[in-house]
């Protein structure tokens, strides 16, 4: 499907998005698609084969850069994911809204959820902080070198746990007394929208996290679906093998026409 993609959108100070449409009259809704890079690294530019995918499918997509540590640091990417919600509502179009990420964007996407009761899709998203920190205390943080720009996301953390570089990015993008306010979990609601959470058993980011916030949104009466993979892959890794659970779940939540 030819789409519309203009670059390089500002919606707040200092920061810009990328915008995907259809050249169709009617959208199926609206996506925002949140890179990756552990709070510290990646950029738009990184998702624009999620927003050509999903494109293809009749969504509106939207892809945000935000402030990265270590010049920023928590709450800034959320603060910013808030100022892109507000932009939305005053310049595009009245669709509804779902939001996709890994990793660290997984993390983003679900802050979204349950701040705006969005409907969101995370892969293997960064969310068992809090808990982690506390059973881990003896990993020391360890820094490894930045991806290099033109690496892929699906081949970037691949081979399964690395607690200190875990630990390492974790640290490097919040204080240790903020540790519980930074886990999604320690914040469900009833008005928390729906969420799809897909996790390697094996991979970079623990299994736990997906335990967890599931267990938290099934308790607040949110639907929960999680999908647990075999072996490590991490994120975009394994997106191709999950595509068709993430249409599913969209057609479910979002599809204008299915709200009707």
């Given at each position: 499907?030819?789409?519309?993609?203009?670059?390089?959108?500002q919606y707040t100070t200092g920061?810009?998005?990328?915008?995907?449409?259809?050249?169709?009259?009617?959208?199926?809704?609206?996506?925002?698609?949140?890179?990756?890079?552990?709070?510290?690294?990646?950029?738009?530019?990184?998702?624009?084969?999620?927003?050509?995918?999903?494109?293809?499918?009749?969504?509106?997509?939207?892809?945000?850069?935000?402030?990265?540590?270590?010049?920023?640091?928590?709450?800034?990417?959320?603060?910013?994911?808030?100022?892109?919600?507000?932009?939305?509502?005053?310049?595009?179009?009245?669709?509804?809204?779902?939001?996709?990420?890994?990793?660290?964007?997984?993390?983003?996407?679900?802050?979204?959820?349950?701040n705006y009761g969005l409907p969101?899709?995370?892969?293997?998203?960064?969310?068992?902080?809090?808990?982690?920190?506390?059973?881990?205390?003896?990993?020391?943080?360890?820094?490894?070198?930045?991806?290099?720009t033109t690496t892929a996301s699906?081949?970037?953390?691949?081979?399964?746990?690395?607690?200190?570089?875990?630990?390492?990015?974790?640290?490097?993008?919040?204080?240790?007394?903020?540790?519980?306010?930074?886990?999604?979990?320690?914040?469900?609601?009833?008005?928390?929208?729906?969420?799809?959470?897909?996790?390697?058993?094996?991979?970079?980011?623990?299994?736990?996290?997906?335990?967890?916030?599931?267990?938290?949104?099934?308790?607040?009466?949110?639907?929960?679906?999680?999908?647990?993979?075999?072996?490590?892959?991490?994120?975009?890794?394994?997106?191709?093998?999950?595509?068709?659970?993430?249409?599913?779940?969209?057609?479910?939540?979002?599809?204008?026409?299915?709200?009707?």
């Amino acid at each position: 499907m030819t789409a519309t993609i203009k670059l390089d959108i500002q919606y707040t100070t200092g920061l810009t998005l990328d915008w995907y449409q259809p050249q169709q009259e009617q959208l199926k809704g609206l996506i925002i698609a949140i890179h990756g890079g552990g709070w510290f690294q990646g950029d738009k530019a990184k998702d624009a084969d999620v927003a050509n995918w999903l494109v293809g499918q009749g969504y509106l997509v939207i892809v945000p850069n935000y402030r990265l540590a270590p010049e920023y640091h928590f709450p800034a990417p959320l603060q910013d994911m808030n100022a892109l919600y507000e932009w939305l509502q005053q310049h595009a179009p009245q669709l509804p809204i779902a939001a996709i990420g890994a990793s660290a964007g997984g993390n983003l996407a679900v802050e979204l959820g349950l701040n705006y009761g969005l409907p969101v899709i995370s892969l293997s998203g960064i969310l068992d902080i809090a808990h982690w920190l506390t059973t881990h205390p003896a990993v020391v943080a360890k820094q490894k070198s930045a991806a290099d720009t033109t690496t892929a996301s699906a081949a970037i953390n691949q081979s399964g746990a690395n607690e200190s570089f875990y630990k390492w990015f974790i640290s490097n993008y919040l204080a240790a007394d903020q540790a519980v306010a930074a886990t999604p979990y320690q914040h469900v609601s009833s008005a928390s929208g729906p969420m799809l959470l897909v996790n390697s058993m094996a991979e970079f980011v623990p299994m736990s996290g997906v335990a967890r916030l599931s267990q938290c949104l099934i308790r607040s009466g949110v639907p929960a679906e999680t999908i647990a993979l075999a072996g490590s892959r991490h994120g975009k890794g394994y997106l191709d093998e999950v595509k068709a659970n993430i249409l599913l779940f969209l057609q479910r939540y979002l599809d204008r026409d299915q709200a009707k």
